[in-house]
C-alpha cells in the first residue's frame, strides 16, 4: 500500500505515475474516501473528549449530591452519536481499504515509461552459441531422452503439467542444489515454508485482491496455493519490528509454485515455459529504507550469477512502469537464451518492492540512536525458476546426436556425469 498522505500531498504526482503503469484505480474516489475518513475521526474523537468531559463533571456532581439528569441525556444523545459515528468510519474504512489495495506501487525515476515495448536491455552477458545442426526444441530433446514427459502427466492431471523421469529428475534435483548452495554462500538462510497460505498472507505481500482470479483456492478450507514463495517469506516477520542494526535478513526458499495462468490459454501451451505447477528457488531480503536500490543490484547479480556459473548465455532487461510487477517501484528481468525460440525468455524477475509489502505487513525496524521505527524495505527475486534453467541447459547444450552435455558446475551434483544421452537415461 501507499502512504495515504504522500498520496494526498504529492495527488499529480501520482496520478501521472498511475497513468504510466496503466493503472485502472480511480484515485479521485481513493482521495474522497481517505478524506471522509479523516474528517469523522476527527469529529468522533471530539465527541469522545466531549464525552469524557461530560462524564467527569457528572461525577463530580454526583459526588456533590446535586442534579445529574441533564448531564445523563447529554451523555445518552453523545454515546449514540458516537455509535452512529463509529459505524460510519468503520464502513468508509472498508471502502478505502477495498480501493488503496488495487493501487500499484509507483515506479521509481530511473524506470522507462510505457508497456512491454518500453522495456530495456541493460547488458547481455555471453554469446549464444552457433550450432552446425538445427537445434531442438526443449520438448523434442527431453522426450527422446526419455526423461520429459507430458502425455502421462496430462493423463494424472491435465494440460500444463510434467513429469520428470530418470536423469531429468535428477538433473532437477541438482539443479536445486546448486542453487541452494551458491546462494548459502552469499548469506541467504534457506527456510522450509508452508505452500498453503491463508488470504491475509497473500493480501499482505500484493498478491491479492490484484491477482485473485490466477490463485488455486483449497476454499473448504480457506487456504491458497502460493504462486511463489515470495509470499510466505514476505510474510515471516508480518507484525514484527527488527532491532536497530539487525538488517539485512536474506532468506531463499525452494518451493513448488502454483498459477492457474488465467487468460493465458494459448501462449505458451507447449513445453515448461508456462505451467500450473512449477519449482523455483526464491531469494527475498528484508533491508533499511534507504538501501533498497543498493540491495536490487546485489539482488540481481546474485541471480545472474547463477547463469554465469551454467554457462548460460542471459541478458537483464529493465521492466517499464506498465510491464513491472504490481508491488515494485523497479524491476529487472533475467532473460535466458532459448536457441529453439531464436530468443531471449524470462527466467528470473527481481524486484524492489520498497515499503509497499511492509506497510500491509506492519514490518518495521528500529532507528539507531532511537526515534519512530520505520517500515522496512523488501525485495524478491528469482534465484532461479527450476524448470526453465532445466529446458535452457537441454537447448543450449544439446548436441547433433540429441544428447545433452552437463554444464561443469552441475557435474558433482550428478556423481560426475558429463552427458545425458538415450543410453544414459
Known sequence: MLDPKYVREHEAEVRKALEDCESKVDLSLYLDLERRRRDLTVSVDKRKARLNQASEEMAKLKKEGKEI??????????????KQMDAEIAAVEKDFHEVELMVCNLP??????????????????????????????????????????????????????????GLGAKLERALVNFMLDLNAQKGYQEMAVPHLVNYQSMEMSGQFPKFLD???????????????????????????????????KKYMAFTPCY???????????KGLIRLHQFNKVELFQFVEPDKGMEALERLTSDAEDILKKLGLPYRVVVLATAD?????????????????QNTYREISSCSNCSDFQARRGGIKVKKEGGGKPELV???????LAVGRTWLAILENFQQADGSVLIPEALQPYLGGLKVISPDKT
Open 324 to 340: 513491472k510487477s504490481f508491488s515494485s517501484v523497479k524491476t529487472y528481468d533475467l532473460e535466458v537464451w532459448l536457441p529453439s
Open 259 to 269: 498459477r492457474r495462468e488465467a487468460g493465458s490459454y494459448g501462449k505458451d501451451t
Open 108 to 165: 521509481d525515476k530511473s524506470v522507462p515509461i510505457g508497456g512491454e515495448e518500453a522495456n530495456q536491455e541493460v547488458r547481455r552477458v555471453g554469446e549464444p552459441r552457433k550450432f552446425d545442426f538445427k537445434p531442438k526444441p526443449h520438448d523434442e530433446l527431453g522426450p527422446a531422452l526419455g526423461i520429459l514427459d507430458f502425455e502421462r502427466a496430462a493423463k494424472i492431471s491435465g494440460a500444463r503439467f510434467f513429469t520428470l523421469g
Open 214 to 248: 490466477q490463485a488455486f483456492a483449497v476454499e473448504k478450507d480457506a487456504f491458497y496455493l502460493i504462486p511463489t514463495s515470495e509470499v510466505s517469506l514476505a510474510n515471516l516477520h508480518r507484525g514484527e519490528t527488527f532491532p536497530a542494526g539487525s538488517l539485512p
Open 377 to 383: 524495505h523488501t525485495l524478491n527475486g528469482s534465484g
Open 69 to 82: 439528569t441533564p448531564y445523563r441525556a447529554k451523555l445518552q444523545e453523545l454515546s449514540a452519536e458516537i
